[in-house]
């Protein structure tokens, strides 16, 4: 099986800004990409989230306030929308050709341009949203485990906060992260699954966060 890897070379980016460029130039091609081999992080994030919801008895409003951080193309936008959230959606994404492309699916209403930054807040407002989701953004290149504080910051008292990532990435990173902010009362771990493949062997890390 062709792996992501040797799809994309994203793992080539040295820094930001290349990687900025990369998906500048390669936004046309990518849905392509991530089909022919099966990639799988948005639909496991919304599985995760029915799982979740039917578990915790926690609720999501189906009309509620959704935020996609690094929206990409909007592949997660369509999962959300499959999902039956009818409410409003805003996306967060750097990446002009990448948000053309989403623009058109008619599911966005504001963009942020803004790159998540481990020591600086994006121009998305706080407390704002009932869901804040990334799929396949967070990594150990520049949406690193540092960032995922702004993304909480962005989720409403009592919201939720979704991601579905690499399972390579989240031990001694991401994990300890969130064990910092559970341990400030920022956020309770209320699901985290490692168990579905995300790609060619490679296990999906899925996990959510209540903001206290």
């Known amino acids: 099986m ?53 578990e915790t008895g926690i609720s999501i409003p189906k009309d509620g306030k959704f935020i996609d951080v690094g929206a990409g193309t909007g ?4 999962q959300l929308r499959i999902a039956g959230f009818t409410g409003v959606v805003d996306a967060l994404e750097p990446v002009d050709t990448m948000f053309a492309l989403a623009k058109e699916k008619g599911i966005y209403s504001t963009r942020y341009p803004d790159m998540l930054s481990p020591d600086k807040e994006t121009s998305v407002p706080g ?3 009932d869901l804040v989701y990334s799929c ?30 690499n399972g390579d990435h ?29 790609f060619g062997g490679t296990k999906a890390r899925v996990f959510i966060l209540n903001k206290l």
């Open 127 to 129: 407390k704002a949203y």
């Open 170 to 198: 989240w031990e001694g990173t991401f994990d300890l992260v969130v064990r910092r902010m559970e341990d400030e009362k920022i956020v309770e771990l209320k699901y985290s699954d490692a168990s579905e493949e995300l």
């Open 75 to 78: 592949l997660s936008g369509e």
């Open 136 to 165: 396949s953004v967070f990594t150990n290149r520049s949406a690193t485990c540092e960032c995922l504080p702004e993304a909480v910051r962005m989720a409403k008292n009592g919201g939720v906060i979704a991601v579905a990532m």
């Open 2 to 54: 062709t792996s992501f890897d040797e799809v994309d070379k994203i793992d080539d980016a040295k820094n930001s800004a290349e990687e900025l460029n990369y998906y500048e130039r390669t936004a046309g091609d990518y849905e392509r990409r991530v089909k022919s081999i099966n990639f799988q992080a948005s639909e496991l994030c919304f599985k995760a989230l029915k799982v979740f919801e039917e």
